[in-house]
């Protein structure tokens, strides 16, 4: 069955700092995967997706992901953090039935 | 990209009783869902919601204790029915890309209902 693992439960960076988010998927074919955030009370914003092509995907607001085929990994990078940044993270993968099967997510902490 | 809303935003609830929720969308969707989200935990999906025929329920959710309703591809509704405190939770609808307009399946959520149940 397909799965996502979401390693981290919280991460703390300093803002300006870099940031990588890890995510790790099980899938038996080519993945198309996805990053979401959810901000305090809100619902949940596309950051930025995967389907084919080129590994290495930009999204909003600065954010870029990597597909890695051989790590079965799907890691979100910022080069510099703002506190605004600071939410909560969901990678995803759209399962055969077209269902998005959600990592349990990474609560992303911004100190001043 | 769809601008989705939810109605009500947030509700507090007694014991037994049951929540209508409400989900538009300002165009036309292929495809509608519905997720729970208890608190601290990630999304899980309730169901599909199909229009013009009955929802396709996911693992460990029934008819009966969350009927879902859509008439139409703008709109559906979830209801959640004699409530008890493990309800509690937000609610959210997504939609799929445009009717016609994308085979990505990606997909777009909306504010959410955050329900307590007392």
């Known amino acids: 069955a397909q799965s996502v693992t979401q390693p981290d439960i919280h991460i703390t960076v300093s803002e300006g700092a870099s940031l990588e988010l890890r995510c790790n998927y099980s899938y038996g074919a080519t993945p198309y995967l996805f990053w979401y955030v959810q901000s305090p009370g809100q619902g949940l914003q596309l950051l930025l997706k995967y389907f084919s092509g080129d590994t290495l995907v930009q999204g909003i607001k600065g954010f870029e992901a990597e597909f890695k085929r051989s790590q079965s990994s799907f890691n979100l990078r910022k080069p510099s953090v703002h506190w605004s940044d600071a939410a909560e993270y969901f990678c995803?993968?759209?399962?055969?039935?077209?269902?998005?099967?959600f990592g349990s997510g990474t609560r992303l902490l911004v100190r001043p | 990209s769809a601008v989705i809303s939810q109605k009500p935003s947030r509700d507090i609830c007694q014991r037994g009783t049951s929540l209508t929720i409400q989900c538009q969308v300002d165009s036309q969707v292929t495809m509608m869902f519905w997720y729970r989200q208890q608190p601290g935990q990630s999304l899980t999906l309730i169901a599909t919601a199909n229009q013009g025929s009955e929802a396709t329920y996911e693992s460990g959710f029934v008819i009966d204790k969350f009927p879902i309703s859509r008439p139409n591809l703008t709109f559906s509704t979830l209801t959640v029915s004699n409530m008890s405190p493990e309800d509690s939770s937000i609610y959210l609808c997504?939609?799929?890309?445009?009717?016609?307009?994308?085979?990505?399946?990606?997909?777009?959520f909306g504010p959410g209902t955050r329900l307590t149940v007392l």
């Open positions: 995803a993968v759209l399962d055969s039935s077209y269902k998005l099967i």
């Open positions: 997504s939609v799929d890309s445009l009717a016609g307009v994308s085979s990505y399946n990606e997909q777009f």
